[in-house]
């Protein structure tokens, strides 16, 4: 018998082919890839040719681009319930608050899987595992939804819920789906790869580890205490497809293809129609021009963006600050060389937050730059608990990775000369994401939003070229 295991993740809401970042010799290059009807159009060719197909989502699926934000995550249910997905674990689908995720899964046709999300009385929130059956082969499937809802997140997200690591609840399951005859047994993660390593070395009887949140394009599957792992990379550029050979009801051999999403693959009719439909409000977004870039903005670094430094330039400018804070993000589809849209702005701050200022001290600007670093360079991968490093605007801060924590800033330099910790700064943010509540004093919100003070700023600057001084240096 053969068994097919497809798989997308993170796709955060990029209904539509889109621009996505790639490399070759000459460097950064920007294709165009993606979209539900051409993933639909691929999965229905390889469900028409291997009825033993099963195919599933990684999360951050509801989330992330104005379409899906304006409508609470509600335009991609027609979509999905087309396209079929088996099971959906989540992140930023608890965008709109649990109470409205839960309603968004009533009308799905597949279930939203959670081992580790629990209501205040200890009961299951979400279902947490789910059983296929494939001429006799049974697949048991757990999920975990992202631990750090509750725990670095906007509070709406997680109210009235906790959210643990899964490594107490996945061996309970295990157990729970092999004594139900379970001959293969599936997690399905949304922790993050370095999470789902560490489980992984803990935890034994998982055969294939489907990881998502942290956006890494695994090609070939990673073997950690004898399960397969992957992760397709990002706004559905991917998918993954497992080929299993299974011969007396266990995996005799196993071959993986991360696929390409490209214009080659043909497209599902039915899907392309729901997606121009839900897009149909949206065109003018995605043709007015508002300026130019002569460089490759995304977000895809680690330490400096060359997106967040359009975001942080505007929001300083606006506010007249000379230092801005953003959340270090990973999703947003790259903005190729040329024309930027306002469809563009959205994708950098889907959400449009308000901008704000707040005063910091020199102590408190390091203590939170130092906090963040912890959270991104943990040498515990659960300590994990954010996206990439904070992004900034206005200093240089130079740092080594390797030390511990608290102790990785090395100086920070404002405006040619070493930040003063006893000295008052003005600064600009958005989302508390970009500095927590627990920091400064005189906070006040600016009357603009994130996308009203890009436009601002583009239309007295149209020509964008982002700053050639990173601000995390590694020394």
């Known amino acids: 018998m053969k068994l097919n295991i497809l798989f997308i993740n993170d796709v955060h809401g990029y209904l539509a082919p889109h ?40 999360g951050d699926t509801l989330h992330g681009t104005k379409p899906l934000v304006d409508s609470k995550g ?47 009385d200890g009961s299951n929130f979400l279902q947490p595992t789910v059983m296929f059956e494939k001429e006799g082969l049974k697949i048991g499937v757990i999920g975990i939804c ?28 295990i157990k729970q789906l092999k004594d139900d ?7 399905l993660s949304h922790n993050g790869f370095p999470q789902d390593i560490a489980l992984l070395k803990q935890v034994e009887g998982i055969d294939i580890c489907l990881s998502a949140h942290t956006h890494n394009r695994i090609y070939s599957p990673i073997t950690v205490n004898g399960t397969r792992i992957v992760q397709c990379g990002c706004h559905g550029a991917f998918m993954g497809k497992f080929t299993l050979q299974i011969r007396e009801n266990q995996i005799n051999d196993c071959d993986y293809e991360l696929i390409k999403i490209d214009s080659s693959i043909s497209k599902n009719a039915e899907v392309e129609l729901l997606v121009e439909k839900a897009l149909a409000p949206y065109q003018e977004l995605r043709t007015v021009v508002l300026g130019r870039t002569d460089e490759v903005l995304h977000r895809y670094n680690t330490t400096n963006s060359t997106m967040d430094n359009l975001l942080l330039k505007a929001i300083a400018y606006v506010t007249k600050t000379d ?38 001290s020199g102590a408190e600007i390091k203590e939170m730059l130092e906090e963040n670093l912890e959270r991104t360079f943990c040498k515990d991968p659960f300590g994990q608990m954010g996206g990439y490093v904070k992004r900034v605007f206005g200093l240089q801060i130079n740092m080594r990775i390797e030390n511990p924590n608290g102790h990785r800033i090395q100086e920070i330099y404002h405006n040619g000369t070493h930040l003063i910790l006893e000295k008052s700064y003005k600064v600009s943010f958005v989302t508390t994401q970009g500095v927590s509540k627990k920091y400064g004093k005189n906070r006040k919100e600016h009357s603009k939003k994130a996308v009203e003070t890009m436009k601002v700023y583009l239309n007295e600057n149209p020509d964008f070229s982002p700053d050639k001084i990173k601000s995390f240096r590694l020394v």
């Open 181 to 187: 005859g379970a001959n293969i047994i599936i997690l």
């Open 19 to 58: 621009s996505e970042l790639f490399y070759d010799e000459t460097g950064e290059v920007i294709e165009i890839v993606g979209g539900y009807a051409h993933i639909a159009g691929l999965v229905e060719a390889i469900r028409k040719e291997n009825p033993n197909t099963l195919l599933f989502d990684g």
């Open 74 to 120: 509600e335009a991609i249910i027609p979509i999905l319930n087309t396209l079929k997905p088996d099971a959906l674990v989540g992140h930023w689908d608890f965008a709109y608050g649990p109470a409205h995720l839960k309603a968004i899964g009533k009308q799905f046709s597949f279930p939203i899987l959670g081992c580790n999300v629990f209501n205040e």
């Open 323 to 360: 230092i801005a804070f953003s959340n270090g993000w990973r999703y947003g589809a790259p903005i190729a060389i040329g024309s930027i849209t306002e469809n563009d702005l959205y994708n950098i701050a889907p959400m449009n937050p308000p901008v704000s200022t707040v005063e910091l």
């Open 146 to 173: 992202a631990m750090i809802v509750d725990k670095v997140m906007p509070k709406q997200m997680s109210k009235g819920l906790k959210f643990t690591s899964g490594i107490e609840e996945v061996p309970k399951y």
